[in-house]
């Protein structure tokens, strides 16, 4: 069964780092790509980046500058940093894997529950 | 990048009825995805590559389009369908998400 679930801390300060970690069963992740999204209280969905099965990256241009995602395979676990928060980065933060392992994107088959991150002081 | 533009913002549908909900993209895609998100939950998979439906999507539910222009039907409208409709892209990074039309039961 293929699951995906989001810890990390609930508040961070304005301006320090965000470490997420989504931990994963039911597949490999040196078979599977997983993202990163974001949604903002009451507003929709954006995307923050990927890691490859291979283990490459790509992000948002848009959070580019700020943003780490990586992997430890053998734990099952992708990683995700942000640094330099501010209160617009308060949102709830999913990792989602794609359908399918073959032939191109098909779309986010499973997502985690999410978890909410406040950035205030 | 591809900006998605949805519309309507949001509709108000009795059960019954037939809804359609656009999907217009900035520049050509080669497919559109679609997730339905209630409220509190996470986003889930409803269309993918177009047409096609996720798996446990009542059949009443289709997708179609090409280029820029796409769309989301429900045949008849079920109360359990009251959600929110997001439509996707990643024909061009970044992966972007079209502004969510909100479906509500009349």
């Known amino acids: 069964q293929v699951q995906l679930k989001e810890s990390g801390p609930g508040l961070v300060q304005p301006s320090q780092t965000l470490s997420l970690t989504c931990t994963v069963a039911?597949?490999?992740?040196?078979?599977?790509?997983v993202h990163w999204v974001r949604q903002p209280p009451g507003k929709g969905l954006e995307w923050m980046g990927v890691i490859w099965n291979t283990g490459g990256t790509r992000y948002n241009s848009a959070l580019k500058s700020r943003l780490s995602i990586s992997k430890d395979t053998s734990k099952s676990q992708v990683f995700l940093k942000m640094n330099s928060l501010q209160t617009e980065d308060t949102a709830t933060y999913y990792c989602?894997?794609?359908?399918?392992?073959?032939?191109?994107?098909?779309?986010?088959?499973?997502w985690g529950q999410g978890t909410l991150v406040t950035v205030s002081s | 990048e591809i900006v998605l533009t949805q519309s309507p913002t949001t509709i108000a549908a009795s059960p019954g009825e037939k809804v359609t909900i656009t999907c217009r993209a900035s520049?050509?895609?080669?497919?559109m995805y679609w997730y339905q998100q209630k409220s509190g939950a996470s986003p889930k998979l409803w269309i993918y590559?177009?047409?096609k439906l996720a798996s446990g999507v009542p059949n009443r539910f289709s997708g179609s389009g090409s280029g820029t222009s796409y769309s989301l039907t429900i045949n008849t409208m079920e109360t359990e369908d009251a959600a929110t409709y997001y439509c996707q892209q990643w024909s061009s990074t970044p992966l972007t998400f079209g502004s969510g039309t909100k479906l509500e039961i009349k």
């Open positions: 039911g597949f490999s992740l040196t078979s599977y790509n």
């Open positions: 590559d177009t047409s």
């Open positions: 989602a894997r794609e359908r399918l392992n073959y032939g191109g994107y098909s779309g986010f088959a499973y």
């Open positions: 520049s050509s895609v080669s497919y």
